[in-house]
């Protein structure tokens, strides 16, 4: 059979047999499944058969308005890819039916697993809940080339104990509710994302809680939020829960409730530059103590950007918000508010707010803060 590959068989009756494996990839469409219909048996029949032996199960061809249905969670094992059969994503689409309230794809403590080059229409309105990917104690995930529509609750799960997680490239149309977090990641360590573009989510674009050793190398969101409304106050870009050692390459926000927003413990964060405007409050907003347990952070450092028209909504309406929260640099912010530095539950100190441009004011409160070189009124 390995001699085969691609060749056909005839038998003595006239039927045309095809090898249904070939090496490690097994096409779906040998198995039967089609656009249109509901291919969730054979999906999971794919998965035993090929997951004790390593692959790669190859989408068939499904159009966006004809697409394959999955009706049922897919229970996916180790050393498993799960890919369109072309780079060209929208050329496989699989749809969640009405009411079903699941997550498509779940991995629980695998290893080696890796989703790319198709699209996933969760159906949005029509769902009670679920992530479309879900993920948890797994090491070694690649995620890239996805496009997830109308996703109920998060795009993409990472959840408690992942390890080398790579997601190159998320797209993400419409979905969410406002209590919803994006691309979500918890609890993980060494992970990077290349970028993430998000246009008229209803949530927070990426949650990254309790993370260390991250890499996000570009977030690229927007919203109509006079239609959506606001995102409960999470924002663009969300670093809680004492996350550590953060690189970000850029920011563009535009119509979240805060444009990055770093809390709860977290710190050593450097941010290359923001570009963000139409916020519900702050545009920026480093807070080091919020009164609760987790307190501390800082050593954030964001390097040059822009940020405009905030306070939208209701609550505060700064450019750039430091609270409660030490050691940290704010450099080359160019903006049409004020640059604020706060005691609220605890003290502020030792920020450096260096070569920006406010047409509002710039307050410090720190003894050792350095306001030189700002341009008030610019």
């Known amino acids: 059979p390995a001699q085969l590959v691609k060749a056909l068989l005839n038998d003595a009756g006239g039927k045309q047999w095809a090898l249904v494996r070939d090496g490690n990839f097994l096409e779906l469409s040998k198995l039967g499944a089609f656009a249109g219909n509901d291919i969730t048996a054979i999906f999971q029949a794919a998965i035993s058969e090929i997951g004790g032996n390593e692959g790669t199960m190859v989408l068939p061809y499904a159009p966006e308005n004809n697409p394959c249905l999955v009706s049922s969670e897919l229970t996916i094992r180790s050393n498993i890819a799960v890919i369109g059969s072309s780079a060209n994503k929208r050329n496989h689409w699989i749809k969640v039916p009405n009411s079903t309230g699941l997550s498509i794809f779940r991995a629980n403590n695998r290893s080696n697993i890796a989703f790319l080059d198709f699209c996933i229409d969760n159906n949005g309105t029509n769902q009670t809940s679920g992530q479309t990917i879900n993920v948890t104690n797994t090491d070694g995930i690649l995620i890239d080339n996805l496009l997830v529509k109308d ?3 998060a795009v993409v799960l990472v959840d408690t104990g992942c390890n080398d997680v790579h997601i190159g490239k998320i797209f993400a149309e419409g979905g969410g509710d406002l209590n919803s977090r994006g691309v979500s990641i918890n609890e ?11 246009v ?8 990254i809680s309790g993370c260390t050793g991250v890499n996000l190398g570009q977030f690229r969101g927007s919203r109509d ?11 663009a870009v ?12 850029t920011i563009y926000a535009d119509g979240f409730s805060r444009g990055l927003f770093v809390l709860t413990g977290s710190s050593d964060v450097s941010v290359a530059s923001v570009r963000i405007k139409n916020c519900e409050t702050q545009g920026i907003w480093i807070e080091g103590d919020d009164g609760s347990a987790t307190t501390g952070g800082g050593k954030v450092s964001i390097a040059s950007g822009s940020v405009s028209n905030t306070g939208l909504g209701v609550g505060l309406d700064y450019s750039v918000y430091l609270s409660d929260t ?5 450099s080359g912010i ?9 005691n609220v539950n605890a003290t502020s100190n030792k920020n450096i707010i260096t070569s920006c441009r406010a047409t509002g004011v710039i307050t410090t409160v720190g003894a050792n803060t350095v306001a030189a070189n700002n341009i008030a009124g610019a």
Not at 326 to 330: C, R
């Open 200 to 207: 008229d989510y209803t949530g927070s674009g990426i949650n």
């Open 334 to 342: 160019i903006c049409d508010g004020d640059i604020i530095e706060a």
């Open 188 to 198: 993980s360590t060494n992970i990077t994302v290349e970028s993430v573009d998000m």
């Open 326 to 330: 030490e050691n940290n640099i704010i």
């Open 151 to 153: 996703a109920q609750s």
């Open 238 to 249: 969300r670093l809680t829960n004492n996350c550590k050692d953060v690189t970000i390459g």
């Open 225 to 235: 939020y006079a239609t959506l409304g606001w995102t409960s106050g999470k924002g």
